[in-house]
């Protein structure tokens, strides 16, 4: 089957049958399904996934402790992977056929568009949203292939490996908590965030500001690891972030600069 499903994929049709999947099938266990690809539908796209992330909601998914579990907005079973990237194969009626071959980053949240929240611009704060791979009942990435709303994906530029195109998900919103607060250029800014976002952070206020004190704990009841950046932007030579597939316990790197 899988070989089927390759070729069909290879020649830009839309392939059919079954295929792998991870999934949580409860709290604590993972497991390895067969699952059906999902049919060409208007509007939506089918990506083959290349890589997935997994961020502290998968962990507290995975745990039973998510505040969504718990308070029964999502069940078991759960295909997680609400970050990913991969290559458009196929797309559905309505959608632009020049994404065949293009690598995409997806976009978790699918909102009502109709609430008040979603007319003032704010569909992630949807009250009824589902978010894929987390809330309610929308599988995630975490499969060989995906189907998802052209809506929800943006092209990766070239020359950006799908590996690094991951962590857009995950840096946008580190990238919108600098911008109410001012941070810019000439400007101080204080910030503290936990792991993988604390480390984005520090990084993009240093980069958006002229000095920046931040922080960046790596594990629950960690001490927080501190960094002061004070290097204007024309002489930085800290190196982007590398960043990681699957999580990690090494300690996260804050933003730091050199003179």
Not at 137 to 161: H, I, L, S
């Amino acid at each position: 089957m899988t070989s089927v499903l390759e070729t069909a994929a290879a020649q830009g049709v839309w392939p059919t049958g079954t295929m792998p999947a991870l999934q949580m099938a409860e709290a604590g266990r993972l497991e390895v399904a067969d699952v059906e690809v999902l049919p060409p539908a208007p509007g939506r796209l089918l990506a083959k996934v290349s890589h997935v992330g997994i961020c502290g909601t998968d962990v507290h998914l995975l745990s039973g402790h998510s505040a969504y579990v718990v308070g029964g907005l999502t069940t078991y079973p759960i295909r997680f992977g609400h970050e990913w990237t991969g290559e458009v194969v196929a797309v559905g009626d309505d959608v632009d056929t020049s994404l065949v071959g293009r690598t995409v980053v997806g976009e978790p949240f699918l909102a009502c568009g109709q609430c008040r929240v979603c007319r003032s611009g704010r569909y992630n704060l949807c009250p009824t949203r589902f978010e894929i791979g987390v809330r309610g009942a929308v599988p995630g990435a975490a499969a060989r292939y995906y189907r998802v709303p052209a809506t929800n994906v943006a092209v990766v530029p070239d020359g950006v490996a799908p590996e690094h195109a991951l962590v857009a998900e995950p840096s946008v919103t580190v990238l919108n908590s600098t911008r109410p607060h001012g941070c810019s250029r000439g400007s101080g800014s204080p910030c503290s965030a936990p792991a993988r976002s604390g480390s984005s952070l520090c990084r993009s206020a240093s980069r958006r500001a002229a000095w920046s004190t931040c922080s960046a704990s790596t594990r629950p009841g960690s001490a927080p690891r501190a960094a002061s950046a004070r290097t204007p932007r024309s002489r930085r030579t800290t190196p982007p972030p590398t960043p990681t597939t699957w999580c990690s316990t090494a300690p996260a790197q804050p933003a730091s600069a050199r003179r």
